[in-house]
Structures are given as structure tokens and as C-alpha cells.
């Protein structure tokens, strides 16, 4: 999987997800961030049946980084990469 600075939000969370369970080799430059948290956070309020989603505003993205960091992201660069390092 290819990510660069400009991965966020669901993309993250996927590259995260794939790079944590080694469902993919994740290469590139860090994310930007915004795919990890408690995002909707539900919360039932006690003695009611009010559910609440709130969003965790204010919370600074916690970026991904790939398992191998390239400063270019273009094709030729990442053949070459996988190529010479037999990923």
C-alpha cells in the first residue's frame, strides 16, 4: 500500500489497520493523520433513553507512519524501491 502526507481520515485508519496486521506492506511518507480516535464517540446519558454522539474536536491527529518512508512518491521511485529492496 502506497500513502503519503496527504492520507487522512478513513485512509489512515485503513493503512493503520493494514500496517498493524500485516495485511498490507505500507510504504510512503507519514500520513496526515485524523483516522485514529473515538470518532463518534456514542455515550447513553444514565436513566434515560437518550443516546449522544459526540466528536472529539480539538484532538490533534495522530499520524501513521509507513514501514518503509520514501521522500518521492511517484511510480517510478516505488518500482524502483520494491524492486531493489525485494518488498
Known amino acids: 500500500m502506497i500513502m503519503g502526507?496527504?492520507?487522512?481520515?478513513?485512509?489512515?485508519?485503513?493503512?493503520?489497520?493494514?500496517?498493524?496486521?500485516?495485511?498490507?506492506?505500507?510504504?510512503?511518507?507519514?500520513?496526515?493523520?485524523?483516522?485514529?480516535?473515538?470518532?463518534?464517540?456514542?455515550?447513553?446519558?444514565?436513566y434515560t433513553n437518550v443516546l449522544v454522539m459526540l466528536d472529539s474536536v480539538g484532538k490533534y491527529p495522530e499520524t501513521t507512519k509507513p514501514k518503509y518512508q520514501l521522500n518521492n512518491i511517484c511510480i517510478k521511485d516505488v518500482e524502483q524501491y520494491i524492486v531493489t529492496n525485494n518488498i
Open 5 to 46: 502526507d496527504k492520507t487522512f481520515s478513513a485512509a489512515d485508519s485503513f493503512a493503520r489497520f493494514s500496517k498493524s496486521t500485516g495485511f498490507a506492506t505500507v510504504i510512503g511518507k507519514e500520513s496526515a493523520g485524523f483516522g485514529t480516535g473515538l470518532d463518534p464517540m456514542l455515550l447513553k446519558l444514565p
